[in-house]
């Protein structure tokens, strides 16, 4: 059975940083893409960023590009997503998100609140 589990949210300050991460199993990791949604209050949930399964590629929403970084250590079974600079409009809870053998998968999600 697939399961991805997030870490790393909580509160921050504006223009405060942090690392997110992810640990997938029951798949080959290092065979399939990846992703970061979140969902604010009241919106509809958005795609964050994207990562190849070899990491060689990635794309991001224009509303973080330059501030969030995505990436992925097959090694280790790691997907992270560092988020700098960090605005009001990131608060959200924060989801991975990947599609293994045509079928969709999410984690449970982490909070991000960036608030004074």
């Known amino acids: 059975q697939v399961q991805l589990a997030e870490s790393g949210g909580g509160l921050v300050q504006p223009g405060g940083s942090l690392r997110l991460s992810c640990v997938p199993s029951g798949l080959t990791f290092s065979n399939t893409a990846m992703s970061w949604y979140r969902q604010a209050p009241g919106k509809e949930r958005e795609l964050v960023a994207r990562?190849?399964?070899?990491?060689?590629?990635?794309s991001y929403t224009y509303s973080v590009k330059g501030r969030f970084t995505i990436s992925r250590d097959n090694a280790k079974n790691s997907l992270y997503l560092q988020m700098n600079s960090l605005k009001p409009e990131d608060t959200a809870v924060y989801y991975c998100h990947t599609i293994w053998v045509n079928r969709e998968y999410w984690g449970q999600g982490t909070q991000v609140t960036v608030s004074p």
């Open positions: 990562i190849s399964s070899t990491g060689g590629t990635t």
